[in-house]
């Protein structure tokens, strides 16, 4: 018989087993069937869209945007989806009752849940950037050869080819491409934060997944409006101040994570800069992870 | 509420009051790297967006909705739809305004391609129309115009931009403003290392800016200068005929001294005259830089005053 007092003590292990089941659950639900998707979007906008612009350099651009733009959609759907039907889907299937019936502290079996969906979208935003980058890099260099070739052979404005040149070097694959992904990858993380923190007192996932849509909707354009509306704080008296400061208290801010349109645009994020964003991101979790526990851990199963 | 509700709220409201001021310190560092420098959309650009478009602008798809409003536009561009070409680039420079291709692709499409679209129409007699294409064209330079105004706004070193505006100024603005293309020019110089081609542009404009001929004169011969005795020499002879032309009258206007001035081959001038005297008429012609390069090409060809153009 084992001794009881070692399940009090929180077990890496025992958080490792519960996340690799819940991997292999999201795999089996064929959650990486996006990742064809992604291939789809990267190939088309890498040789449908050249036709279509007459910058080279905008080439690049255009895949980096739509890629990004598929990593994001994927990243906030999955969180939100993937994380909203974690605690349902083991009570409607019963293994919740199984699990916790062992001597499985409920904060661990959380944690195991939430890890296991996070890793599905950090392997698939990894897998979804080596794509972006090998095709990225694949098509500058097509690219820069086709520029070289018009220098070599003697054409007019070798300057402005020259220029091409130099900002198809910029455009390639860079660290600040990783830096945006993995800011995209940190706003799924928490977005998965606040969607199981939901889940533990919502009464469906239906209402998980729209309380969640909101919240990132809200925390995402939050930011900007009350910025907005600092600028103008004397004219919307205090009681307006105070509804923005309970606005701000409340909803998470996503707009910190949001890197991508400056990344593509050519802007370089330094590093230091980048571990802050990492810090707050891991806070968020962190807050909200032990916000659902307190919660959980009073549920009546 | 239970017991640990509240405490869940707690330790949200906690963690609220000690992030608000790292998010604060947060935001104004990633606004002093120039990122999160986007703005509420106005009203006009909300009604282009839709509500779900604004939206969208706001949560983290600028750059790729201004991607897909410049395909957009340039699929407008190839049904010459210039209005739309026109309200479509207004978007995707206000949506991403830290990319500077797009405000020179901007510029390209209204002052060069709707402006050659607009007085190319010219197959009705209706001289109402005529009038009112030229208007239009008038109006598309000027809107070209603005988008480089605005795009060096937020780019004032931008290398392309500068050259836009150089050639802007000469090519399409009425009088054509010399002083304020080598100005324009010269900004491109700064801009990048090997600048071969703003640096004779911008000698080549001064060349033609009242009270910069000694300025002109010396930059002029030094870019001569250095093709015939640089890394990679060239004849006398292919020496850029615009270069040679501009160099011999200023030496005349500044009086140089016969033994100090450029070995020129006039007969380069000659052909050249030869070449653009047959095709230029003063009464239609609208390149001014065309028609000072004739008015120079006969002073110092000392063309007789009875065969010469009358302007």
């Excluded at chain 1, 900007?224 to 923005?244: H, K, P, T």
């Excluded at chain 2, 010399?178 to 081609?197: M, N, P, S, V, Y």
């Excluded at chain 2, 040679?244 to 380069?268: G, Q, S, T, W």
């Excluded at chain 2, 230029?280 to 005053?305: G, K, Q, S, W």
Aim: net charge neutral; with cysteine; hydrophobic share 50%.
């Amino acid at each position: 018989m084992h001794n009881l007092a070692v399940y009090r003590h929180f077990s890496p292990a025992r958080v490792g087993v519960l996340a690799r089941n819940t991997l292999t659950q999201l795999v089996r639900m064929r959650a990486f069937y996006f990742l064809l998707i992604f291939s789809v979007i990267v190939l088309v906008s890498a040789l449908l869209i050249q036709n279509f612009t007459f910058d080279p350099a905008r080439q690049l651009k255009i895949m980096k945007d739509m890629s990004f733009f598929a990593m994001s959609m994927f990243g906030t759907i999955f969180a939100i989806v993937a994380t909203a039907n974690l605690i349902p889907k083991d009570v409607e299937d019963r293994t919740l009752y199984t699990i916790l019936a062992k001597p499985v502290p409920r904060f661990e079996y959380l944690l195991g849940k939430y890890l296991g969906a996070m890793l599905v979208i950090v392997l698939s935003m990894a897998v979804m950037m080596l794509m972006l980058c090998v095709v990225l890099y694949l098509r500058q260099q097509a690219l820069l050869t086709e520029q070289q070739a018009l220098l070599d052979a003697g054409a007019p404005h070798a300057e402005e080819i020259a220029v091409v040149i130099d900002e198809l070097k910029a455009d390639g694959p860079s660290t600040s491409l990783i830096t945006a992904a993995a800011a995209i990858c940190l706003q799924a993380m928490v977005l998965g934060a606040v969607t199981l923190f939901v889940s533990t007192f919502a009464s469906s996932g239906l209402f998980t997944v729209v309380v969640a849509f909101m919240l990132f909707f809200v925390g995402y354009i939050e930011p900007v409006v009350v910025d907005y509306w600092r600028g103008s704080m004397e004219s919307l008296g205090s009681f307006a101040n105070a509804c923005i400061h309970v606005v701000e208290l409340i909803f998470p801010n996503f707009q910190s994570f949001n890197l991508v349109d400056d990344v593509v645009s050519g802007k370089t994020l330094p590093l230091s800069l980048f571990f802050k964003i990492l810090g707050m991101g891991l806070s968020y979790v962190v807050v909200y992870l032990l916000a659902a526990y307190f919660i959980f851990a009073d549920k009546e199963l | 509420m239970t017991k640990a509700r509240w405490i869940a709220c707690a330790v949200l409201v906690a963690f609220g009051v000690i992030r608000i001021p790292i998010e604060d310190r947060l935001a104004a560092d990633l606004k002093a790297h120039q990122f999160h420098e986007m703005t509420i959309p106005d009203g006009s650009m909300r009604e282009q967006l839709g509500q779900l478009g604004a939206a969208a602008a706001l949560g983290g798809f600028r750059s790729f909705l201004a991607t897909m409003f410049e395909l957009n536009a340039i699929a407008a561009y190839r049904e010459s739809d210039y209005a739309n070409v026109e309200t479509r680039y207004q978007l995707v420079t206000q949506l991403q305004p830290s990319e500077s291709g797009y405000w020179e692709t901007a510029a390209w499409m209204m002052d060069s391609n709707a402006r050659r679209f607009y007085l190319g129409m010219d197959n009705e007699v209706d001289v109402k129309a005529q009038g009112k294409r030229g208007l239009l064209a008038q109006r598309a330079v000027e809107r070209g115009r603005r988008f480089l105004d605005d795009g060096l706004r937020y780019h004032p070193g931008d290398y392309k931009l500068q050259i836009a505006l150089g050639n802007h100024l000469v090519e399409r603005q009425r009088p054509a403003d010399f002083c304020g293309a080598a100005e324009a020019f010269a900004k491109a110089i700064e801009a990048r290392d090997d600048a071969t081609l703003p640096t004779r542009h911008h000698a080549l404009n001064l060349a033609l800016c009242p009270g910069h001929e000694r300025e002109a004169y010396v930059k002029l011969r030094a870019i001569a200068e250095r093709l015939v005795r640089g890394d990679y020499p060239i004849p006398l002879d292919q020496i850029p005929a615009s270069l040679i032309l501009h160099m011999r009258y200023l030496e005349e206007y500044l009086k140089i001294a016969e033994d100090d001035r450029f070995p020129i081959n006039l007969d380069v001038l000659r052909r050249l005259y030869a070449r653009l005297r047959p095709g230029f008429d003063p009464a239609t012609n609208t390149d001014e830089r065309h028609a000072h390069v004739l008015r120079r090409l006969e002073d110092v060809l000392a063309i007789p005053e009875g065969d010469r153009i009358r302007f």
